[in-house]
């Protein structure tokens, strides 16, 4: 362990949400190895929780505070580490500010710990894994020391400190709510990566953009002259006043190559990783190797398998009707119409209206998964005049696609909504689906 071991031991640290996916315990194990004294509080129970607590169950310095949170929990410590999600306005991080107590989110304490070494961070409301990734995989094979983080399953940010040294990268995926761990801590990263603005967590925003987009706009706020901003396609030249350069990328600045990733959506993701290649002085032979080569993340249109000449797409991080309207364009075609669409789930408070034109134009079958959101649009998609149907459960949606499809059809689940409620977060339910489609013959 490092020096950081001094830094946190013996602190109390109030922990506001444990969750599920893996990236938080990967933080409150970090806290715990350094000596600090723990407290997890999350509105989750016991039960809820019980894999991530299981987890962690070595660490005697961990103490839990489940389906609940109080106010006392929240003024005798050193600081609160914040989970993403968790309203800004909160009740009880307003109780924490009111007794002096440090408001801390992940990634940002990162960044001021580990001030030596650069960090790219993206964002954007579309595209932000894709082109995390491709960044990665770039500098990686540029012999650059680079690091993954942020909003990455998987990953998580303080135990970085053991690993980084003076002059490494660490390329960040950051969500509008881990940027506001920057926006409390009045920094940015040293190279930014918009890659585009479209609605999304209204619920959270309660309806409002220019909130969601203050957010967001934390990713290049507070950069330095020398620092840089790049611009995807869908955003370039409508910022101004930014600190530092900006760099807007361009789909003409893509050479012509052979370029597995589909879709007009990966092209913009492909000019902006090329532009934070080309800002670190990466030659464009290191990249197009890497780019040609890519493919498509987990989750994200990805090709899953064809069965009985059906293609089978897993888009389950398609949680906005944006998100499903570029896989239909991606995959549609119009005269065949091919395409059975598995669609539903929890509600954002999201437009419909764009998503509702392509399904006319590119869907046959849709299959609904239950959820609030569901029964939101239920009575728009009657009037779409496209064959409905519903189901009470994921593996009985999926299997009714399969019995509508025939050859030559495209299987597209890509659901947009949120997946809370029937599942535990996005990626759960992916690999349920995944679990139904290897059982198809």
Known sequence: ???????????????????????RLGDIAFLAECGAEVLVTDLKTEKDLASSINKLKEYKNIKYVLGEH????????????KGQGVALDSPYIAHARSKGIPIEMDESLFAKLAPKVKIVGVTG??????????IYEILRAGGIRVHLGGN??????????????????????????????FGEAKISPHISVFTNF?????????ND??????????????????????????????????????????????????????????????ACALEVARVLNIPDQVSQKVIENFQTPPGRLEFVKE?????????????????????????????????????????????????????????????????KGTDRVLPDLKRLKVSLHTEKDLKSVVERAYK???????????????????????YDRGEKFMEVVRNLK
Request: proline share 3%; charged share 25%; glycine share 8%.
């Open 209 to 270: 953009m220019e909130k969601y987009f203050s957010d967001k706009s934390y990713i290049y706020k507070f950069q330095r002259k020398n620092d840089v901003l790049i611009l995807g396609p869908q955003i370039k030249n409508m910022i101004r006043g930014v600190p530092g350069k900006i760099v807007n990328a361009d789909l003409n600045n893509v050479p012509k190559w052979n370029i597995k990733l589909g879709g007009e959506h990966n092209r913009e993701n492909i």
């Open 1 to 23: 362990m490092t020096n950081f071991s001094s830094y946190f031991k013996g602190k109390k640290v109030t922990v506001v949400g444990l969750g599920l996916l893996g990236k």
């Open 152 to 181: 990455i399953k998987g990953t998580a940010a303080l135990p970085l400190l053991k690993e980084v040294k003076d002059g490494d990268i660490v390329v960040f995926e950051l969500s509008s709510w881990q940027l506001q761990g």
């Open 70 to 81: 109080r106010l006392e929990d929240f003024e005798n410590c050193d600081f609160v580490l």
């Open 125 to 134: 409301t579309r595209g932000k894994s894709t082109v995390t990734m491709l």
């Open 404 to 426: 509508l499809s025939k050859s030559g059809d495209i299987l597209l689940f890509s659901p947009a909504f949120t997946s809370f409620g029937m599942f535990e977060n996005e």
């Open 307 to 371: 069965v009985n000449h059906v293609k089978i797409y897993n888009d389950t991080n398609s949680s906005t009707p944006e998100a499903t309207t570029v896989a239909l364009r991606t995959l549609g075609n119009s005269v065949k119409k091919n395409i059975i669409l598995i669609m539903g789930g929890s509600d954002k408070d999201l437009s419909f209206g764009d998503l509702y034109k392509y399904i006319i134009r590119y869907v046959r079958e849709v299959v609904l998964i239950p959820g």
């Open 198 to 206: 479209m609605g999304d967590h209204m619920n959270y925003y309660k």
